[in-house]
C-alpha cells in the first residue's frame, strides 16, 4: 500500500463512517430552528440573536438563514451523498462492464482500428448534465414523491446516461485482451465465449474494473454538484416563490452548496462549509484512484529514454 | 462506413437528439395541484410539431422574457458572440497550455506543480470556479483590493478576467494530464531510444521525434476536449451571470407562459454550432503546430 492510497482510504472511510452513524451524533434535531431572540446577559447588556447564526461553541458549524443547524443537516445529507453516489457507480460499473465485455469479445472490429478518431466521439461533446437538467427539471421542483423516492428516480436516470461510456471504456480494453495467446489458446481448446469472458477476461480486468468504479464515484458526485447549481437536487427540490428560494428536501451536500450559493459574500460560512465537506470526499476518492493507478500501474511499468 | 457518409449520418441524428431531449420537460412533469408525475404524450407531441408548424410565420424564434416578446434573432448576435469569444479563447489558449506544460511535466520531474495540476484536476469545474471566486472575495476583504469583477451585476460592469481564466484553467489542465500521459509513453518507445543513440539532441527529439507521434492522440480526443469547453461554458456563464448562449437558455426556459420549447431548441442549436466553430478552431491550431513540427 502507498501513502496516497492510505490517505484516501483513511479519508473516504471516516466520510462514510459519518454517513453510517452520524445522524445519532447530530446535536439538533432537523426540524429544530433558531428564532428571533433578544438576550439580556449578566452584564446587563442586550443582544439580538437572530439567524442565520455564526459559527459558535453553540452552533459549531453555524446556522443557515432560516436558523437551521448546519452540522445536523450535513451529517444527515452524507448518506444521500456517499451512498447513492456508490450505488449508482456500482450499478454503472457492473452494467457497462457486462455489456463492454460482450460487446468487445464478440465485436468484429480489431483492435488495431482505435487510435483514429471515430464520428461517434462527438457524442462525448454533449455535456451530461444538460441531458439530466432536461429530463428531471420537470418532475424535481415540488415534487410529491418523498426524497427517497426522488433520489431512486435520479440515481435511475444518472444509471442509463453512464453506462454507454463505461461500456464503450470496456470494450476496449477487452478488445486488447482479446487478442492475448491465452486467450487464443483458451479458444482452441474449445471454451465457449461465456467462459472465456469469465476466468480470462474478468481477472485479467480486476484491477481497471476497480479503478473504473472509483472515477465513477467521483463522476456521479461531480454530476450532482452541477445539477445542484441549476437547482436539481438529490432528493428533490423544494421551491418558495417570492422571494423565489430552493432548498434541498434530503440536505445532500452537493444540495446545501446549490442553496448556499448566493452567500459567499456575506454568510460566507453556509457556502464554504458544505464545499468543504464535498471537496474533501471527492478528494478523498480522486486519492483511492490516484493509490490504486501507483499501485497496479509498478506491474508493467517500462522506462523512459529520456 | 466513409466519413462523409457518418457526418451526414450523426448530424441529423444529434439535431434530432436535441428536439427529443427539449421536448423532455413537457412529457415529464409533476402535476401542479396533487405533486404526482405525469407523463403528457399528446402536449409533447403538439409541442414538438408546433416548432416546425411555427417556422413559417416566425412564432418559433419569438419567446417571453418576463412579460415581454422578443425576437430570437435580436438576441442571439450578442450572445453568441460573447459565447464564442470565450469558446475560442479557451480551446486555443487550454491546446496550447496543455501541449507545451504537458511535454514539460513529461520530461521533467516538476514535483509540486504535477501536484497542484493533480489537485485542480480532482476537483468538479465548478467547485474550481466557485473557490476562484470566494479567493477574489476574500483578498477583497482583507485587503480592500478587488482583483477582478466576481460576477456580472449590470451591464456596465462584466465580469471578463475570472470568467477567462476559468474557462482556461479547466480545459488546460485536462489537456496538460492527457498530454503528459501520452509524451511519457511515447519516450518509452524504441525509436525515441534509436533517436538517442544516433546523438540527437534532447530537445530535437522531443519536438520532432516524440511531439509528431503525440499529436494524432490529441486530435484523437479532441470532441472530449470540446465537451469539457462547452460543459464549462454553462457553468461558467451561470456563476458569473454572464450574457451568453447558455444563460439565454436558462434564464428563459421558463417564464410566466411555462416552459418554452422553442427558445430551448433554438439556443440548443445555436450551441451546436458553437460546438462545431469550436472544433474547426482547434483542429486548425493544431494543423499549424503539425505544420511547424512535422517534416
Redesign the interface.
Known amino acids: 500500500m502507498n501513502k496516497t492510497l492510505i490517505a484516501g482510504l483513511l479519508l473516504t472511510g471516516v466520510m462514510i463512517l459519518v454517513a453510517l452513524i452520524g445522524p445519532l451524533f447530530a446535536p439538533y434535531e432537523l426540524d429544530d430552528q433558531v428564532k428571533i431572540e433578544y438576550i439580556v446577559d449578566e452584564n446587563g447588556e442586550g443582544y439580538v440573536i437572530a439567524p442565520p447564526v455564526a459559527p459558535s461553541a453553540k452552533y459549531p458549524l453555524g446556522t443557515d438563514q432560516n436558523g437551521y443547524d448546519l452540522l445536523t443537516k450535513l451529517l444527515n445529507g452524507a448518506k444521500y451523498s456517499i451512498f447513492l453516489s456508490i450505488g449508482i457507480a456500482l450499478a454503472r460499473v457492473l452494467i457497462g462492464g457486462l455489456i463492454g465485455m460482450l460487446l468487445g469479445y464478440f465485436s468484429k472490429e480489431s483492435a488495431q482500428a482505435k487510435?483514429?478518431?471515430s464520428?461517434?466521439?462527438?457524442?462525448?461533446?454533449?455535456?451530461?448534465?444538460?441531458?439530466v437538467w432536461?429530463?428531471m427539471?420537470?418532475?424535481s421542483?415540488?415534487?410529491?414523491?418523498s426524497a427517497f423516492e426522488m433520489s431512486i428516480i435520479l440515481a435511475a436516470v444518472l444509471l442509463i446516461v453512464g453506462v454507454p461510456s463505461v461500456a464503450t471504456t470496456v470494450k476496449a480494453k477487452t478488445m486488447v485482451i482479446r487478442e492475448k495467446q491465452f486467450v487464443t489458446a483458451s479458444q482452441s481448446l474449445g471454451a465457449s465465449g461465456w467462459k472465456i469472458i469469465r476466468s480470462h477476461l474478468f481477472p485479467q480486468m480486476k484491477e481497471s474494473f476497480l479503478i473504473l468504479f472509483v472515477q465513477e464515484v467521483?463522476l456521479t458526485?461531480?454530476l450532482f454538484?452541477?445539477l445542484a447549481?441549476?437547482h436539481i437536487f438529490v432528493g428533490g427540490t423544494t421551491m418558495y416563490p417570492d422571494p423565489t428560494e430552493y432548498h434541498s428536501r434530503s440536505n445532500e451536500w452537493a444540495g446545501l452548496?446549490g442553496s448556499g450559493?448566493m452567500n459567499?459574500?456575506v454568510n460566507?460560512w453556509i457556502?464554504?462549509i458544505p464545499?468543504a465537506a464535498?471537496?474533501s470526499l471527492?478528494?478523498g476518492f480522486?486519492l483511492v484512484s490516484?493509490g490504486l493507478e501507483k499501485r497496479y500501474g509498478k506491474m508493467f511499468a517500462?522506462?523512459?529514454?529520456? | 462506413m466513409p466519413?462523409a457518409a457518418?457526418?451526414t449520418f450523426?448530424v441529423p441524428a444529434?439535431i434530432l437528439?436535441i428536439f427529443l431531449?427539449?421536448v423532455?420537460?413537457?412529457?415529464?412533469?409533476?402535476?401542479p395541484v396533487?405533486?404526482?408525475?405525469q407523463l403528457s404524450w399528446k402536449a409533447a407531441a403538439g409541442t414538438f410539431t408546433g416548432y416546425f408548424s411555427g417556422i413559417e410565420n416566425g412564432e418559433s424564434f419569438r419567446f417571453y422574457a418576463g412579460e415581454n416578446e422578443y425576437s430570437f434573432w435580436e438576441w442571439i448576435g450578442p450572445f453568441f458572440l460573447n459565447s464564442f469569444y470565450y469558446v475560442s479563447a479557451a480551446g486555443i489558449a487550454g491546446t496550447a497550455i496543455g501541449i507545451f506544460a504537458g511535454i514539460y511535466f513529461a520530461?521533467s520531474k516538476a514535483g509540486w506543480m504535477k501536484g497542484i495540476v493533480?489537485?485542480i484536476g480532482?476537483?468538479?469545474?465548478?467547485?474550481v470556479v466557485?473557490l476562484l471566486?470566494?479567493g477574489i472575495?476574500l483578498i477583497a476583504r482583507e485587503t480592500g483590493v478587488v482583483l477582478f469583477e466576481v460576477a456580472t451585476l449590470n451591464s456596465d460592469e462584466p465580469a471578463v478576467m475570472l470568467p477567462l481564466i476559468a474557462m482556461i484553467i479547466i480545459p488546460a489542465n485536462y489537456m496538460i494530464r492527457n498530454v503528459a500521459m501520452q509524451m511519457?509513453l511515447t519516450?518509452?518507445?524504441d525509436y525515441?531510444?534509436n533517436a538517442?543513440a544516433r546523438g540527437l539532441g534532447?530537445m530535437y527529439?522531443?519536438f520532432f521525434h516524440a511531439l509528431p507521434n503525440v499529436l494524432?492522440?490529441i486530435?484523437?480526443?479532441?470532441?472530449?476536449l470540446?465537451?469539457i469547453i462547452?460543459?464549462n461554458l454553462?457553468?461558467v456563464e451561470?456563476?458569473f451571470n454572464n450574457n451568453g448562449i447558455s444563460m439565454l437558455i436558462?434564464t428563459n426556459?421558463f417564464s410566466g407562459h411555462g416552459?418554452q420549447y422553442d427558445i430551448?431548441v433554438n439556443g440548443l442549436l445555436a450551441f451546436l454550432v458553437l460546438?462545431g466553430i469550436g472544433?474547426a478552431i482547434i483542429r486548425a491550431f493544431l494543423f499549424a503546430l503539425g505544420k511547424v513540427f512535422l517534416r
Open positions: 487510435g483514429g478518431s464520428i461517434w466521439s462527438v457524442l462525448n461533446g454533449i455535456p451530461i448534465f444538460l441531458i432536461l429530463i427539471i420537470g418532475i421542483i415540488n415534487p410529491h414523491a467521483i458526485l461531480t454538484g452541477q447549481l441549476f452548496i450559493r459567499f459574500y460566507t457556502f464554504y464545499l464535498y471537496a471527492i478528494i480522486h490516484k517500462k522506462y523512459s529514454h529520456l | 466519413k457518418q457526418l450523426i444529434i437528439f431531449f427539449a423532455m420537460p413537457v412529457l415529464l412533469h409533476t402535476d396533487s405533486g404526482s408525475f520530461v493533480d489537485f480532482s476537483l468538479p469545474d465548478f467547485v466557485l471566486q470566494f472575495v511519457s519516450l518509452k518507445e525515441i531510444g538517442k534532447r527529439i522531443i494524432p492522440y486530435k484523437g480526443d479532441l470532441h472530449k470540446m465537451g462547452m460543459g454553462f457553468i451561470y456563476l436558462f426556459a416552459y430551448v460546438y472544433y
